[in-house]
Every structure is written in C-alpha cells, then in structure tokens.
C-alpha cells in the first residue's frame, strides 16, 4: 500500500487527518500586531502531531524536524483553532506526520485552513533514547 500524501490543493475545503487538538485563541496569545502569534499555532501543531504519534509508536516521542511550514492565513482572537494529522510514513525509529491547522471564525463562522507542516517524531525509550516503532 502507498503512503498517504498531503492533500496538493492550495485551498482544500475541508481538513485531511484526524482530529487532535480543539481550542479558543486567546487574547494572551497574540502578537505585537494583535493577531495569533505563529508560535503558539506552531506549537498547538506540534502538541497535536506527537498525540498522534504517540499513539501509533505506544512509547514517549520527541519532535525532532518540521518541515514545509507554511502560514497561509492570520488567526484571529476568539477562532476556534483545529489541528488535524495524518501519519505520512513510519522509518525505523521515526514517523512523519502531517498536521493542518483550520481555524473556524468568531466572526462569520467560516472555516479556513490557516497553516501546514510536515512533523518527524521519533519513539522513544523511557532513557529519552530513540527506539523502532512498535507498530501494533
Ligand atoms: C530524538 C533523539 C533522541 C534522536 O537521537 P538519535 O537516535 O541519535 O537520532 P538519529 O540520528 O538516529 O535519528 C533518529 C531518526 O530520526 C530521523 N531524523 C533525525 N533528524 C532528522 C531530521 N532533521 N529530519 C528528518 N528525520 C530526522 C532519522 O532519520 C532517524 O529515523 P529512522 O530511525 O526512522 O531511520 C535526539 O535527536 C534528540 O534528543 N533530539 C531532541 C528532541 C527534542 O528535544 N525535541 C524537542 C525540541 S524543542
């Protein structure tokens, strides 16, 4: 069987993955500008990816790359931000995973995909040492 790809449509209407992360934008989260800042959304990303991956390795998970990060649209205070992931591909110790954040608008309720990234995780051991992917 193939690996999944990444949905190639620049504005897909609807999110690809399962979702792992559901939460409000908060004012405390916001830039110099007033809109999200792109590191709490990154990290929402990040937390929302190793969920995943945790699940699929059954063991602790590190990030250890995220490529291919891209901000398409600015998230506003009050969205309700959404991240979605979809296993790529397991290596030996590593898993790549896409993760997609969609945030549905206070204003309006219209739902827009706001960032995409590709994260690699690697399993872990309880020493903090990379170990195989035990798949079940
Ligand atoms: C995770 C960690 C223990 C792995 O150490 P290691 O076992 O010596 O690393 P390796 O070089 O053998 O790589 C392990 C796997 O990650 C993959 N990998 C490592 N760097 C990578 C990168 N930049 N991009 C993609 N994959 C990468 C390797 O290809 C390998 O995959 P495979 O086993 O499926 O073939 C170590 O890199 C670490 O502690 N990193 C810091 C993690 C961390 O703190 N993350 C949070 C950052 S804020």
Not at 5 to 26: D, F, H, K, N, Y
Not at 104 to 129: C, I, M, P, S
């Amino acid at each position: 069987m193939s690996d999944p790809t990444p949905s190639s449509s620049p504005s897909p209407t609807s999110p690809q993955g399962e979702l792992v992360i559901r939460t409000i934008a908060m004012p405390a989260d916001t830039n110099a500008n007033g809109d999200i800042f792109g590191g709490w959304l990154l990290s929402q990303m990040d937390l929302g990816g190793a969920i995943l991956a945790r699940n699929f390795a059954h063991s602790r998970v590190a990030t250890v790359a995220i490529d291919a990060m891209a901000f398409l649209c600015p998230v506003y205070v009050g969205d309700i931000v959404s991240c979605h992931a979809l296993h790529l591909k397991t290596g030996r110790t590593s898993m790549r995973i896409e993760v997609e954040a969609w945030a549905q608008r206070q204003k309006g309720g219209e739902h827009v995909r706001v960032t995409h990234g590709t994260f690699t995780y690697v399993a872990l051991d309880d020493h903090g040492h990379s170990q195989p992917v035990q798949r079940s």
